[in-house]
């Protein structure tokens, strides 16, 4: 099997992800480790990252750009392919990271860039940001991951894979390519109906979001002047593909799968509803137990189910550990996570209250500030049920303007009259959050801002 994801999240010092997509990813490859699937992945090399996030006292975000040592931490591959781009050759290099799961099975992730000398200045650059540059960037990078990616396990020997995983759309063009292998198998010189038919058991498809921002579109005169590389053998296709002039990269993998999965129960009914022409299932999303448990909650499982980590399921015997043991191992992750919060933000945070963590991508429609939708009952609940805290940590895209007024927003709640028991702080080193009761082995690049609410009865701080 090849899975293909734009963003995978493999290591802390790795920025290769931006959000919980790429955190699944890197989750999902974790376990086909573990349990020893026979899988390689593909992604990019984003060798500049996402960016690092700084946030000034009204919460405004300013980037800066990553650099990370790759060739320190990865391994160079020998094989070269190419993929055309705007009548150009770019030449393209695979660098490996061996994903190592308990039972001692390597995946191995395999990372695309062209930075290589033979490439224009320009396209040297197209695998260094994730998400980055304007829409033709964007299509630039797909065409590498998609097409440069199929050609890449062809150079490296795997001509035997039995399924093509796209994670999101961004991979879709994965299966322009293997129809044109078809055709070329089959003597067309154009990509047949039955080309197309014949590579659709290859292909399975994850959908994540039924927001707008979520299913890349690209207007067909921009794919055509990008997509050079197959002297007319795909307009046909295209066109079929293609409403209003428009290529969505969400229908060209729903149209070429032939298994298609949404991430939740609810999000499967959803999809069927946006996608009623297409058959779509759902697995709903988990994590990797291993990596995501904190020191003090591996060290209680190890105790009393030793065999957790190789054995998800046998998680349900958690249910005899005595409560008091489990609080203490909360309590401890706890603990841990205040001090680190307040060892970089000098928030002044206490163990003993109630937190609530939000560490998402700051985008509108992650809603970051609902539960400020309400203040004064907000501070009703607070005042009979007690005190608490929160914690918000997430990065605006740079071109989100919404998502950058969204963190503005939080931080003028707690300055507003209504919230004068709330304060907000900024990491001075843009570091990382660790969520509620679990240390997290990822560490965002985004700078915490919390907010501490007192009771508003008393006056007296919580």
Not at 306 to 313: F, K, L, S, V, Y
Not at 351 to 375: E, S, Y
Request: proline share 4%; hydrophobic share 40%.
């Amino acid at each position: 099997m090849a899975y293909f994801s734009m963003e995978v999240g493999l290591e802390d010092s790795i920025p290769t992800y931006s959000g919980g997509l790429g955190v699944l990813a890197g989750d999902t490859l974790r376990s086909a480790a573990d349990v020893s699937l026979p899988l390689v992945a593909v992604s990019l090399l984003h060798r500049k990252g996402y960016f690092r996030q700084k946030l000034d006292e009204h919460g405004n975000q300013t980037e800066d750009q990553l650099e990370w040592p790759v060739s320190e931490t990865l391994a160079e591959l020998s094989p070269r392919v190419s993929v055309e781009i705007e009548h150009r050759t770019v030449d393209l290099r695979a660098w490996r990271y061996d994903m190592r799961g308990s039972s001692g099975h390597i995946v191995p992730v395999l990372l695309l860039d062209a930075d290589l000398p033979a490439n224009a200045p320009e396209d040297r650059r197209l695998t260094d940001h994730l998400y980055g540059g304007d829409t033709r960037y964007r299509l630039c990078q797909e065409v590498i991951l998609g097409i440069g990616g199929v050609r890449m396990l062809r150079a490296l020997g795997y001509h035997n894979l039995r399924r093509f995983h796209m994670n999101e759309g961004h991979a879709a063009l994965l299966t322009v390519e293997l129809a044109f292998e078809k055709s070329r198998e089959r003597g067309e010189e154009t990509i047949s109906r039955e080309a197309v038919q014949a590579i659709k058991p290859l292909c399975v498809f994850t959908t994540h979001t039924p927001v707008a921002a979520g299913h890349d579109q690209f207007p067909l005169d921009l794919v055509a002047s990008i997509i050079t590389g197959y002297n007319h053998a795909f307009d046909e296709r295209a066109r079929e593909f293609c409403l209003n002039d428009v290529l969505n990269m969400t229908y060209l993998a729903l149209d070429h799968s032939h298994y298609v999965n949404g991430v939740a129960k609810r999000h499967g009914e959803v999809a069927r509803t946006m996608f009623a022409q297409h058959e779509i299932d759902s697995i709903t999303n988990g994590v990797h137990a291993a990596t995501w448990a904190a020191p003090a909650i591996k060290t209680m499982l190890d105790r009393h189910i030793p065999d957790w980590e190789q054995d998800n399921a046998s998680l349900r015997h958690v249910l005899g550990i005595a409560k008091s043991e489990i609080w203490d191992a909360h309590a401890s992750a706890k603990a841990e996570l205040i001090s680190y919060v307040n060892d970089i933000t000098g928030a002044g945070m206490q163990p003993g209250i109630f937190t609530i963590g939000f560490a998402r991508r700051a985008t509108v429609w992650k809603r970051a500030d609902l539960v400020f939708n309400d203040v004064a009952r907000l501070q009703a609940i607070h005042a009979r049920a007690g005190a608490f805290q929160l914690i918000f940590g997430g990065k605006a895209h740079p071109k989100d303007d919404l998502g950058k007024a969204l963190i503005r927003r939080i931080f003028e709640i707690r300055r507003s009259p209504a919230s004068r028991s709330c304060r907000a702080w900024t990491s001075p080193n843009a570091g990382s959050l660790r969520m509620v009761a679990a240390a997290s082995a990822f560490r965002g690049g985004g700078s915490i801002f919390g907010s501490r609410h007192c009771r508003p009865s008393s006056g007296r701080r919580s």
